[in-house]
C-alpha cells in the first residue's frame, strides 16, 4: 500500500519507480529460474534486442534516496493532517465538554440551593418537633393531673348527689292521679297502713318524676319522697323487704332507695343475677353500696363487684337462668 501511495504521490520519481521495479524483478528471476527451467546450466539463453538495461547500484541507491524524500513529505502530510484533525476534535470535544461542564455546574448549584432550601427546612421541622414534643410532656403531665383531678371530684359529686338522696325513697305502682291535691299526706298515710308503722311518717316533699302524664294504658309515673329523718327512712324499707309484698287496691306497688343514675345503672347490671337467686330458700343475697353482691350459700359468705364473676358463681352453683 505504501508503494502505491508513493506512486501516486510523486510524478517527479518516475524514474526511480523504473529502477526500483527492474531491481525487484532481477532479485525475484533466479527463484523462478530454478522452479521452470529444466534445460542444462552449460546452455546459455539467447540474447534478446528488446531487454532492458539491469539497473546499476548507485542507480539503485539513487532511487531510494528519492524514494525516501517523498515517504518523508508524504509523513510530513500525513502528521499534518492528523495533526489538523486532532485539533479540530481537541477543540470540539473542550466545547462540548465545557458546555456539558457549565450544566453541570448549574446543575450542582441549583442541587447546593434545594439542598439548603431542605436543609433549613429539616433544621425548623427538627427545632419544631423538639418544641411540640415539650409541649406535648407538658400537657400529657397536664392531662393526667388533670384526669386524677377529674375523677376525683366525679366521685365526690356522686357522693354529694348520694348523700343528698339519702333520705329520699321511690315508690313505684301507685295509679296516677290517686294522690289528688294533697300527695305529701296521701303518701304519709298510705306508707303507715301499708307498712303498720307506728305514727304517719313526716314528710318534707313528695312529687312524681318530672316526665310527660302517661296514657291510661302506660305504667305510672313513680313517686319521690324526701323523709324529714334518716332512720324513719331506714325503717320504711325495712319493713317493706319483710313485708316482701305490698299492694295498694290491689295493685303491687315496690319501694326502693333512690340512688344517682350512675349507682342505679352499676346495681342493674346484676338483675339478671338476682333474679336466679330470687325465691331460693338456701340462699340469702343482698346489695350494698354501691353495687355490691353479698350472697351466702352453704354457710359461705361470697362479694362480687363484678357482675359477670357473679353470674359465672351462679350459673356454676344453681345453673343456667330459665
Given at each position: 500500500s505504501?508503494?502505491?501511495?508513493l506512486r501516486s504521490?510523486?510524478?517527479k520519481?518516475?524514474?526511480?519507480?523504473?529502477?526500483?521495479?527492474?531491481?525487484?524483478k532481477?532479485?525475484e528471476?533466479?527463484?523462478t529460474?530454478?522452479?521452470t527451467s529444466?534445460?542444462?546450466c552449460?546452455e546459455?539463453?539467447?540474447?534478446?534486442?528488446?531487454?532492458?538495461?539491469?539497473?546499476?547500484?548507485k542507480?539503485v541507491?539513487a532511487a531510494f534516496?528519492?524514494?525516501?524524500?517523498?515517504?518523508n513529505w508524504?509523513?510530513?502530510?500525513?502528521?499534518?493532517t492528523i495533526e489538523?484533525?486532532?485539533?479540530e476534535?481537541?477543540?470540539?470535544?473542550?466545547?462540548?465538554?465545557?458546555?456539558?461542564?457549565e450544566?453541570?455546574?448549574?446543575?450542582i448549584s441549583?442541587?447546593?440551593g434545594?439542598?439548603?432550601?431542605?436543609?433549613t427546612?429539616?433544621?425548623e421541622?427538627?427545632?419544631?418537633a423538639?418544641s411540640?414534643?415539650?409541649?406535648l410532656?407538658?400537657l400529657?403531665?397536664?392531662v393526667?393531673?388533670?384526669?386524677?383531678?377529674?375523677?376525683?371530684?366525679d366521685?365526690?359529686?356522686?357522693?354529694?348527689e348520694?348523700?343528698?338522696?339519702?333520705?329520699?325513697?321511690?315508690i313505684i305502682?301507685?295509679?296516677?292521679?290517686k294522690?289528688?291535691?294533697?300527695?305529701?299526706?296521701?303518701?304519709?298515710?298510705?306508707?303507715s297502713?301499708?307498712?303498720?308503722?307506728?305514727e304517719?311518717?313526716?314528710?318534707d316533699?313528695v312529687h312524681r318524676?318530672?316526665?310527660?302524664?302517661?296514657?291510661?294504658?302506660?305504667p305510672?309515673?313513680?313517686?319521690?319522697?324526701?323523709l324529714?329523718?334518716?332512720?324513719?327512712?331506714e325503717e320504711?324499707?325495712?319493713?317493706a323487704?319483710?313485708?316482701?309484698?305490698?299492694?295498694?287496691?290491689?295493685?303491687k306497688?315496690?319501694?326502693?332507695?333512690d340512688?344517682?343514675p350512675s349507682?342505679?345503672k352499676?346495681?342493674a347490671?346484676?338483675t339478671?343475677?338476682r333474679?336466679?337467686l330470687?325465691?331460693?330458700?338456701?340462699v340469702r343475697?343482698?346489695?350494698i353500696?354501691?353495687?355490691?353482691l353479698?350472697?351466702t350459700?352453704g354457710?359461705?359468705?361470697?362479694?362480687?363487684t363484678?357482675?359477670?364473676?357473679?353470674?359465672?358463681y351462679?350459673?356454676?352453683?344453681?345453673?343456667?337462668p330459665?
Amino acid at each position: 500500500s505504501l508503494y502505491i501511495m508513493l506512486r501516486s504521490k510523486s510524478g517527479k520519481a518516475a524514474s526511480s519507480w523504473l529502477v526500483l521495479e527492474q531491481f525487484f524483478k532481477k532479485s525475484e528471476a533466479p527463484e523462478t529460474g530454478l522452479e521452470t527451467s529444466s534445460a542444462p546450466c552449460s546452455e546459455a539463453p539467447e540474447a534478446d534486442d528488446n531487454t532492458v538495461e539491469e539497473p546499476s547500484n548507485k542507480t539503485v541507491l539513487a532511487a531510494f534516496a528519492a524514494l525516501s524524500a517523498d515517504v518523508n513529505w508524504i509523513r510530513s502530510e500525513v502528521c499534518a493532517t492528523i495533526e489538523n484533525r486532532i485539533t479540530e476534535v481537541s477543540a470540539t470535544i473542550r466545547g462540548e465538554i465545557s458546555s456539558l461542564n457549565e450544566n453541570v455546574q448549574k446543575s450542582i448549584s441549583e442541587l447546593r440551593g434545594i439542598s439548603a432550601v431542605h436543609e433549613t427546612s429539616l433544621k425548623e421541622l427538627e427545632e419544631s418537633a423538639s418544641s411540640h414534643s415539650d409541649i406535648l410532656s407538658t400537657l400529657q403531665s397536664t392531662v393526667d393531673h388533670l384526669t386524677t383531678k377529674v375523677k376525683h371530684l366525679d366521685e365526690k359529686c356522686e357522693d354529694l348527689e348520694v348523700r343528698s338522696r339519702r333520705n329520699n325513697i321511690r315508690i313505684i305502682g301507685i295509679p296516677q292521679g290517686k294522690e289528688g291535691p294533697r300527695p305529701r299526706e296521701f303518701i304519709s298515710q298510705l306508707l303507715s297502713e301499708t307498712l303498720s308503722l307506728p305514727e304517719q311518717p313526716l314528710i318534707d316533699r313528695v312529687h312524681r318524676i318530672n316526665r310527660q302524664k302517661p296514657k291510661p294504658e302506660d305504667p305510672p309515673r313513680p313517686f319521690i319522697l324526701r323523709l324529714h329523718y334518716y332512720h324513719v327512712r331506714e325503717e320504711i324499707l325495712r319493713r317493706a323487704i319483710e313485708k316482701n309484698k305490698l299492694e295498694y287496691q290491689g295493685r303491687k306497688i315496690h319501694t326502693f332507695p333512690d340512688f344517682p343514675p350512675s349507682v342505679v345503672k352499676q346495681r342493674a347490671a346484676f338483675t339478671k343475677v338476682r333474679e336466679m337467686l330470687r325465691g331460693r330458700s338456701d340462699v340469702r343475697y343482698g346489695l350494698i353500696y354501691p353495687a355490691r353482691l353479698m350472697v351466702t350459700h352453704g354457710g359461705v359468705k361470697m362479694s362480687f363487684t363484678d357482675p359477670k364473676e357473679a353470674q359465672d358463681y351462679a350459673e356454676k352453683h344453681f345453673g343456667q337462668p330459665q
